[in-house]
């Protein structure tokens, strides 16, 4: 009997133990939900502060196209204006020539031969307003005639900042390599196009004025950028041919620039650091032209080696330094609503004394479409190929 007593005692024990034991599984199983219902919460809040975020920048974005859209009426209204004064100024002065008598018709020739000598030197100083003032008008530059000579050129100081953009082609066959065209964004006007050579060892983008026409021996090529194995440095070149190859004959090919990506310490991460360099540019004299005929003259190995005689005809650039933003958790520059989506490939491009006055800026708009806005002294081919040398992969910087 007390075996038995013994055993009913511990079963009463055992049952009263689970029953504690379903109490604590009670309120673990309370506690677990209570804090799925918080976190359920944080990312209702979290996905409302996005959509909010989201929509201040859309709202932003859109006052942005809203003041551009503004200025373009503005300096197309003021050029219109300025046209309407051209033409009355016309039609007043023939006029007053129709109104001349026959009798004084001599005279009146003598004396307009005589002022036209004198009058030529003040022309710029009528009721128009001067040069510099009047929105730049790209019509000037006869583009249809003359756009071999624009893409190599410096941008005019006039034009001030010229905004392109520029739009990828990864579909089909392009898939593995892209094809890259450029447009100026006053007309949607084309410029230039490119395409990655293929069965190369390293990378090696041809630079044409037609679309389709990627061939080295057509009239439209006009030049190309070559990288190394590393995608580390790449130079610019014309159309010229290489110093090993011309023996002598045929134009050998001008050096327009470099470019330097600094390799990062193994395993960190953050934004590409990089050095530019273009022909030194002159008002009066316009670009240096840069000829190597060995390595040693190569504009890449002398702004590497710094030769002091080379670096006076250098122009050298460098990444404007991005901030760290703590709310968004990145590195940032100030486009001016002129790049809207984050990319390694953003970046600024302005002098080492002066990071205020941006040369170069370019940055992603959409999946396949990029913003490339510049100014004097670069000129419209040497911004393209610094923008398709962040476009190329790079194994030691990424």
Known sequence: RDDKGGRDRDRDRDRDRGYRGDDRYRDERRRDDRERDRDRERRERDIRERERERDKRERERERVREREKEERENQRQMAERSKERDRQGRSSRNGSNEQKSLESAAAAARQHAESFREEIPLSHQSNRPAAEERPFDFAELDLDNRMKKFLKSPCPKRAG???CYIKRNKSGTNKLHPVYSVYLKEGDRFLMTSKKRAKNTTSNYLISMELGDHNK??????????????????QIYDNGINYNDSGGMGEIREELGCILYASNVLGSRGPRKMQVCI??????????????????????????NRDEYGMKNIISLINKPPRWNDQVGAYVLNFNGRVTMASVKNFQLVDQLDHDNIILQFGRVAKDEFTCDFQWPISPFQAFAITLS??????ACD
């Open 390 to 395: 962040s476009f190329d992969s790079k194994i």
């Open 161 to 163: 900042i010229v905004q």
């Open 217 to 234: 021996n057509s009239a439209n090529y006009i030049g190309k950028v070559r990288a190394n194995f590393l995608g580390t440095e790449f």
């Open 279 to 304: 022909n030194k540019v002159s008002e009066d004299k316009g670009m240096y032209v840069w000829k190597p005929t060995n390595k040693d003259e190569e504009m890449l190995n002398v702004f590497k």
